[in-house]
C-alpha cells in the first residue's frame, strides 16, 4: 500500500509538491512568522515545570518561553511539543505614547508602585527583562511613537485607542504639550518622599525634563511636587509617574520690579551684608528673599513653591481721604482724625507721595513682607501719628493759619523716617481740613467782621482822602484866586501908573493947549477988545453946540388958561414931540 502511494505521488508531482507541504512542518517543526507578526511559543511539555508565580520560561520549562520569533521561517517546533501564536506587532502613532504593564517579574518594592526601568530594548526582549530583574506591573518606562514586537502574553501595552478599558481618558496617551506663556507645574507620583522640612523635591539634572523617570529617581528625585518646572514644548510624559499642571507665566509690568520670596532651594545664606539689620536676603537659588529683582517681562517661576512680590518702582500717590488711587494701596486709609489743643476733633486729608528704587526693593521686601505691609504697618503710623501730636500742639484755628508750615514739617518729618526703611518720602501734602462746624461759624463770622472791618477802614480812609481832595481843591482854587488878585493888583498898579503916565500927558497936553489958547485969546483980546472977543467966542459956542436961543413954544400970560393949553399943542405938533402920531 505504501509503494502505491508513492508510486502515486511520484506520478503527480503538483499532489507530491501539496503533501510535502502538509508534512515537513510535521517533520521539521517549520514555523512561518510574517512581517508584522512576533511569534509567541508555547512548550507543551519540558523537563521542569515552571517555578510558583513563574509565568514566562528562561530554562526550557514547560509553557509559554521568553523568546519571541522574529519574521521569517523557523525549523524545530513540531507540533507534538510546541505551538505558536502569532501575535500582531505594537503599533504607538505618532504623537502617543504606550504604557506598559509587565505580567510577570521580580515584586516592586515597598517604596515604590512603578516597575523599575531595565535594558531590555524597549520590553521587545522579554528574557533580557526578566533576567536583569524587571518587575512585575506597571512600568516606569514607556514605548513613544514606532513599531515594536512585544511579547504580549509578558506585557501588555495601553494606547491611547484602548485606555478607555483601562480606565485612562486616551488624551492621557498623548504626548503632553505646554502651551506657549505658561509653566507646567509637575508632581510627581513615585521615588522616596521629600524630605522633612520641605515642600517640594528638589532640582535634579540629566532626566530630560521627567522623560527619563528611572534617571529621575536614580539621582535622588522625590516624590510629590517638584522645584523645576516644564517650559513650553512637547513631552514624553508617563501619566502613572508624573502629572502637570499649566499656569500662566508670571509676568512683571513696566513701571515694577518683581521680589522672589522662594521656599525651596539651597539652604539659607544671608548676603545682605553687615548694613542691613532689619532682614536676610540672598542669592538666587537659595531659600529667601533674592537679593536680584525680577525685571519687567515673563519669568517662569513655579508659584507653587515660589512667591512674587511686585514693587512699584513709579511714584505711588496714597491718599487718606475718601477717594482711592488705581493701584488700591490705599483703599484701606481713610481721613486722619485729630484732636487740637483746644479740645476740638476734627478731620484730615493727606497725600503721600514715595518712590521705591529697583535695586532697594528687596530690602523693603526682607524688611515688612509687601508692599500693602509697607503701607498698612509703616507708612499709616508714621503719617497719623506726626499729624495727630501736631494737632495737639495747636489750636484749630492756628493749625489752619499755619498749614503751610505743618505741610512742610510734615514731609521732612515723613522722609526722615521712611529713608529708615530704604522708601524715599517724595512729597507730603495736606488735602482738605474739616474742622467742627460750630467753630467754622465763629471763624466765619470772625471773618466776616474782619473783612467789615476792612471796608470800613477802606471807607474810612476813602472819607479822609476825599476831605483831602476837597481841602486841597479848595485850596488851589484860593491859590488860583490869590494869584488872580495878585495879577489884578499887579495891573491895576500897571494901569494906574499907565494913568498917571497918561495923565500926566494930558496934562501936558491941556497945560500946552491952554498955553495956546491964553496966547490965541491974548491976542485976540489985544486985536478985538475983550467985548469983543468974547461975544466972538459965544457965537463961535452957539454955532458949534446948536444952543436954542428962541423957545419952541411961548406962553403967555392971560386969564382963561388958553395960554397953557396952546403950549401943550404945540409940544405936541413939534416935530420929534411926544405928542405926534406915530405912523
Not at 403967555?556 to 393949553?565: A, H, K, P, R, S
Amino acid at each position: 500500500m505504501l509503494q502505491s502511494m508513492l508510486t502515486f505521488l511520484w506520478g503527480h508531482p503538483f499532489v507530491s509538491l501539496l503533501a510535502l507541504a502538509f508534512v515537513s512542518p510535521i517533520l521539521t517543526g517549520a514555523v512561518f512568522v510574517r512581517e508584522r507578526q512576533v511569534g509567541i511559543v508555547v512548550k507543551r511539555f519540558g523537563r521542569r515545570a515552571l517555578a510558583p508565580g513563574q509565568l514566562v520560561a528562561l530554562a526550557g520549562e514547560a509553557g509559554y518561553q521568553a523568546d519571541t520569533l522574529a519574521p521569517g521561517l523557523h525549523f524545530g517546533y513540531w507540533l507534538w511539543q510546541y505551538s505558536v501564536h502569532k501575535a500582531s506587532v505594537t503599533v504607538i502613532p505618532q504623537g502617543e505614547i504606550g504604557l506598559v504593564v509587565a505580567a510577570a517579574g521580580a515584586a516592586i518594592p515597598p517604596q515604590r508602585i512603578l516597575g523599575r526601568v531595565v535594558s531590555c530594548d524597549n520590553f521587545q526582549d522579554a528574557r533580557a527583562f526578566l533576567k536583569h530583574g524587571g518587575e512585575k506591573g506597571r512600568q516606569l518606562g514607556l514605548l513613544t511613537a514606532g513599531t515594536y514586537r512585544i511579547h504580549t502574553v509578558l506585557f501588555d501595552v495601553i494606547t491611547a485607542r484602548d485606555a478607555a478599558a483601562h480606565g485612562m481618558p486616551g488624551a492621557a496617551l498623548h504626548v503632553y504639550r505646554v502651551q506657549e506663556d505658561r509653566v507646567g507645574i509637575v508632581t510627581t507620583l513615585d521615588g522616596a518622599p521629600i524630605e522633612r522640612g520641605e515642600i517640594a523635591g528638589p532640582t535634579i539634572e540629566g532626566h530630560r525634563s521627567f522623560q527619563d523617570a528611572q534617571a529621575f529617581l536614580d539621582t535622588g528625585g522625590r516624590r510629590g511636587l517638584q522645584e523645576q518646572v516644564l517650559l513650553s514644548g512637547s513631552w514624553n510624559l508617563n501619566p502613572w509617574f508624573v502629572q502637570v499642571e499649566q499656569v500662566p507665566m508670571t509676568e512683571v509690568p513696566i513701571g515694577y520690579v518683581g521680589v522672589v520670596i522662594s521656599y525651596v532651594g539651597h539652604a539659607h545664606e544671608d548676603v545682605s551684608g553687615a548694613d542691613f539689620k532689619h532682614g536676610d536676603l540672598v542669592t538666587p537659588g537659595h531659600k529667601g528673599v533674592w537679593i536680584e529683582p525680577l525685571h519687567p517681562g515673563k519669568h517662569p517661576l513655579n508659584t507653587r513653591v515660589m512667591k512674587l512680590e511686585p514693587v512699584p518702582t513709579t511714584n505711588i500717590v496714597l491718599n487718606w481721604a475718601d477717594r482711592t488711587e488705581s493701584h488700591a494701596y490705599d483703599s484701606q486709609l481713610s481721613s486722619i482724625t485729630v484732636r487740637s489743643q483746644d479740645g476740638f476733633a476734627f478731620n484730615l486729608d493727606v497725600s503721600q507721595i514715595i518712590h521705591v528704587g529697583a535695586p532697594e526693593a528687596p530690602k523693603v521686601i526682607s524688611r515688612v513682607g509687601s508692599m500693602q505691609n509697607l503701607i498698612d504697618h509703616v507708612l499709616q503710623p508714621i503719617v497719623g501719628n506726626y499729624f495727630r501730636n501736631a494737632a495737639q500742639a495747636s489750636t484749630v484755628l492756628d493749625f489752619l493759619g499755619a498749614r503751610s508750615d505743618r505741610q512742610a514739617e510734615a514731609a521732612q518729618h515723613i522722609r526722615r523716617a521712611l529713608g529708615h526703611y530704604d522708601v524715599q518720602a517724595i512729597d507730603t501734602l495736606i488735602g482738605d481740613i474739616h474742622p467742627p462746624a460750630e467753630l467754622m461759624r465763629t471763624l466765619t463770622e470772625r471773618k466776616i467782621a474782619e473783612e467789615q472791618k476792612k471796608t470800613f477802614e477802606v471807607q474810612e480812609a476813602a472819607q479822609k482822602q476825599r476831605q483831602l481832595l476837597v481841602r486841597e481843591t479848595a485850596t488851589a482854587e484860593i491859590q488860583l484866586e490869590l494869584v488872580g488878585a495878585e495879577q489884578g493888583v499887579r495891573i491895576a498898579e500897571l494901569q494906574a501908573a499907565a494913568r498917571v503916565r497918561e495923565a500926566g500927558g494930558e496934562a501936558e497936553a491941556i497945560r500946552a493947549t491952554g498955553d495956546a489958547r491964553a496966547d490965541a485969546y491974548r491976542a485976540g483980546v489985544a486985536a478985538l477988545g475983550s467985548e469983543g472977543f468974547t461975544a466972538l467966542q459965544v457965537m463961535q459956542v452957539v454955532g458949534e453946540k446948536a444952543v436954542r436961543i428962541v423957545p419952541d413954544v411961548s406962553v403967555t400970560g392971560g386969564g382963561d388958561g388958553n395960554g397953557l393949553l396952546g403950549a401943550l399943542m404945540g409940544t405936541w405938533v413939534k416935530p420929534g414931540g411926544a405928542a405926534t402920531p406915530r405912523g
